[in-house]
């Protein structure tokens, strides 16, 4: 094995003092100079392994080996190539879990920083102007597609079936399209030109952008099919269903959900009030319950709106955290408080309905329950009480039950999640798909990106052999009645007639196959009675 | 898919609430009583939830009242017929669930008039006798009585300084009929909160049966924030996908008076920058 100097090259960050009340980026990103020496960390493995840890097969060793070389353009083509939103995907995978975790030079070194250098390319292609193809593709398809929800489902699935020439009209309920790119994460680890660059990128392919339309309530799933003629639909509407505690006090002011926290300030711009209109409460001392990468969000948020201290509240340890290792340090640098092993039982309030405070219980780790992690146990005795003037419980989301609920024959599991084939993305509906959290319940872009991916390869498929299918099932039925019709009414003077007549039956393609399996019906009798 | 919404008319019906006609036929095509819009005006402003006065599928319009209570209620009133909506999002919530039969009491305070109307004509056409109180603190204020009494077969009028009709509150007059014999089944308010607190406590105590609709902030309005999430019956709901209208006599109106001035200290210094009176 080569000498490979065993840490990751650095990426330059703002120091946490100053950007802990500003909205800017914080990872400033590589330079030219630090992707290529990264890059050069990279053996070039003959069997890239870490490719495998990649949900939609970014061929990282060849990028890898064009930043080395300082062709960049040339990697952003082999990246663009799997993934359409790598600007994204650089900024906001848990690449400790997936194509890094493969990485050979991993755990004896660290391993190369892939996310670090897609992010590079990615930023590297968008300053220098290369934006992918630009230009509109022609449209040379019929079949219209509709995607609901503009989140990374959604714009994974338009980008490819317009890249194969398909109508795609994506659907949005909100004002503003990303889904969870454009609400969900700050802009300061995902800066919203990003997104709008990427959503102009698909403009430019002729995706079209419809917001303001709520599916199962402006217009249902089978309107849009049987009305407005679209031929399949992909539902990547998220798990946009905030889960509560069920705990007393929980509805006093001050409480949010992280969905509705996360919106105001990102989506609605509440950090910019009064000069926009939408407010969000400035808090002083915030606890932010959960400890997945919504909370680390939240509470780095609820630091930038002012809070002299920022908590996260986790039941369990350290070890269980949901977030990714470098949001997780990053909070940490910025003053972030963790209190593990504490469980709130109860909100306080104060006279005029605002919390004032969480009354919480410490825990200790029992055995691990069903999701593998070890279960918190409340330690009798242990309960204190902690200030907060503002509270945002990040504890996941459910699927958003609008389209199940509205969407006749669309089967959804105990949780509210649209049952759809893990392969194809394919639902009980005849051409509706399925991707993302709606289908798997609250996980990653990149995740929600794989499932695009396939669902855009199965709708096309489908479109493509839908036509032979359907004229199947036409010759089918017509061979029946044509059976029947001879077996029952027809005289063999007819019979003869009609099969002499007809020639050859189904050779000819542009016989309506209805026909020509009617009059195979009929030759099948006359085959059986023989010559009359 | 063409998601404009254009004014194409708009009425003076006091000097804060206005009618507004919309031409907005995707928003009208599924639109059912009981339901509202979202609606956005400028891109730095908020979304707010109004509800449907009216629609008609054939016209491809829906109707709605404004009052200006604060900035955007304020922006949305300054249309002119022609000018369109930034967004116009909806119809959202859950349609009211109405009854065959029966003797309904509809009630609208202020601008919760234009709530409650829609309700009106549905219930006639399943063939609900209609009676309609409608309130205001005075004369001038008294708003949509004459479409709502086109659909209803009597008509009530309240001010609270007798400038019209019956002197005193909505329930003042709801209890005169009620004692009178008046035979009610069913109540749907809609107005201010004290108004359908008032209007909770004296159904409750004379046994009719009551839905109100609840107007809490709301900022997506698709389920998906949980602002808007009120107390029913000692459940959590959320009021854009569950509501807005809910059983009277379960509302915890205490809670919901609480979370619905929330951002009081923000909302008066956006009215003062903006230059309105509160």
Redesign the interface.
């Given at each position: 094995m080569p000498i490979v100097y065993p840490h990751k090259t650095a990426m330059p960050c703002r120091d946490p003092e100053q950007r802990r009340r500003s909205w800017d980026e914080v990872a400033e990103g590589y330079t030219v100079e630090r992707a290529i020496a990264e890059a050069r960390r990279c053996l070039t493995c003959q069997d890239p392994v870490c490719e495998q840890g990649c949900p939609v097969n970014v061929p990282i060793r060849d990028f890898v080996r064009h930043v080395a070389l300082g062709d960049f353009a040339g990697a952003a083509q082999v990246i663009r190539r799997r993934n359409l939103l790598p600007a994204i995907c650089g900024r906001v995978c848990p690449v400790e879990h997936q194509c890094e975790a493969q990485c050979v030079l991993f755990p004896h070194q660290d391993p190369v920083g892939i996310g670090r250098l897609e992010r590079f390319v990615a930023d590297w292609e968008r300053s220098n102007g290369t934006g992918g193809e630009s230009a509109a593709q022609t449209l040379c398809r019929d079949e219209k597609i509709a995607i609901v929800g503009s989140g990374p489902a959604g714009l994974t699935v338009a980008s490819d079936l317009a890249q194969l020439g398909y109508p795609v009209?994506i659907?949005e309920?909100?004002?503003a399209f990303g889904g969870v790119l454009r609400y969900g994460i700050p802009q300061y680890r995902l800066p919203k030109e990003i997104v709008d660059a990427d959503i102009e990128h698909l403009k430019a392919l002729g995706v079209e952008f419809?917001?303001?339309?709520?599916i199962g309530?402006?217009?249902?799933i089978e309107q849009l099919m049987d009305e407005?003629d679209y031929s399949a639909v992909f539902v990547g509407t998220g798990a946009?269903?905030?889960i509560?505690m069920?705990i007393p006090g929980?509805?006093l002011?001050?409480i949010?959900?992280a969905?509705?926290f996360l919106?105001?300030v990102n989506l609605?711009?509440a950090y910019?009030?009064?000069?926009?209109?939408?407010?969000v409460?400035r808090p002083r001392r915030a606890a932010v319950i959960g400890a997945g990468d919504t909370a680390m969000d939240a509470v780095r948020c609820s630091i930038r709106l002012g809070a002299e201290e920022g908590h996260i509240v986790y039941r369990r340890s350290e070890q269980e955290k949901g977030a990714r290792a470098e949001d997780y340090e990053r909070a940490r640098d910025e003053g972030v408080i963790f209190d593990w092993l504490t469980l709130p039982v109860r909100f306080l309030g104060d006279e005029?309905?605002w919390v004032r405070g969480l009354e919480c219980i410490r825990t200790e780790l029992g055995e691990p329950d069903e999701s593998g992690r070890r279960r918190p146990v409340p330690i009798p005795g242990s309960e204190f009480t902690m200030e907060t003037d503002l509270v945002v419980i990040a504890l996941g989301t459910n699927p958003?039950?609008?389209v199940p609920k509205t969407t006749y024959g669309l089967e959804v599991d105990r949780h509210g999640c649209i049952v759809a084939d893990p392969q194809t993305g394919a639902t009980s509906r005849e051409g509706v798909y399925a991707g993302g959290d709606i289908v798997t319940g609250a996980a990653t872009v990149i995740l929600a990106m794989g499932a695009g991916r396939k669902a855009a390869t199965a709708i096309h498929e489908y479109l493509q052999h839908r036509p032979q299918k359907a004229q199947a099932e036409q010759y089918r039925r017509g061979r029946e009645e044509g059976f029947a019709w001879a077996c029952e009414f027809a005289t063999p003077e007819e019979l003869r007639n009609l099969v002499d007549n007809a020639g050859e039956p189904g050779r000819d393609e542009d016989v309506d196959p209805h026909w020509r399996g009617f009059l195979a019906g009929v030759a099948e009798v006359f085959d059986d009675a023989g010559p009359v | 898919?063409d998601?404009t919404a254009r004014i194409i008319d708009k009425r003076d019906l006091t000097d804060i609430t206005k009618l507004f006609v919309v031409h907005a036929p995707?928003?009208a095509?599924?639109a059912a009583p009981g339901e509202f819009v979202i609606v956005?005006v400028?891109e730095?402003?908020?979304?707010i939830p109004i509800s449907i006065t009216d629609f008609s599928r054939a016209e491809g319009t829906i109707t709605l009242v404004v009052q200006e209570v604060g900035?955007?209620s304020a922006l949305v009133c300054a249309l002119e017929v022609g000018d369109t909506f930034?967004?116009?999002?909806?119809?959202?919530g859950q349609e009211v669930l109405l009854p065959d039969e029966g003797h309904a009491v509809l009630i609208g305070g202020g601008f919760g008039t234009g709530a409650v109307f829609p309700l009106a004509r549905e219930l006639r056409s399943h063939g609900v006798r209609v009676s309609s109180i409608v309130g205001a603190r005075t004369r001038d204020l008294v708003i949509l009585a004459d479409l709502l009494g086109s659909e209803s077969d009597e008509l009530h009028v309240c001010t609270d300084d007798g400038s019209l009709g019956y002197r005193g509150f909505v329930t003042g007059r709801l209890e005169e009929l009620l004692d009178a014999g008046a035979g009610f089944t069913h109540c749907f308010a809609v107005g201010p909160m004290p108004m359908m607190r008032a209007v909770a406590r004296t159904t409750q105590r004379r046994g009719l049966p009551a839905m109100v609709s609840l107007d809490p902030l709301m900022?997506?309005g698709?389920?998906?924030?949980?602002?808007c999430?009120?107390?029913v019956g000692g459940k959590?709901f959320f009021a854009c996908?569950d509501g807005p209208f809910f059983d009277a006599h379960l509302v915890d109106f205490d809670?919901a008076d609480?979370?619905l001035v929330?951002?009081k200290e923000?909302?008066d210094?956006?009215c003062e920058?903006a230059g309105l009176g509160r």
């Open positions: 009209t659907f309920a909100l004002h419809v917001r303001d339309v709520i309530k402006t217009v249902t407005f946009g269903s905030p509560f069920n929980e509805n002011k001050g949010y959900s969905n509705e919106t105001r609605m711009h910019s009030f009064p000069e926009y209109d939408t407010p409460r005029n309905g958003n039950p609008l | 898919m998601t995707l928003v095509r599924n956005r400028t730095t402003g908020e979304r900035r955007t930034l967004d116009f999002a909806g119809p959202l900022v997506d698709t389920g998906m924030c949980g602002g999430r009120v107390s959590s996908v809670e609480a979370r929330t951002y923000q909302e210094l956006a920058m």
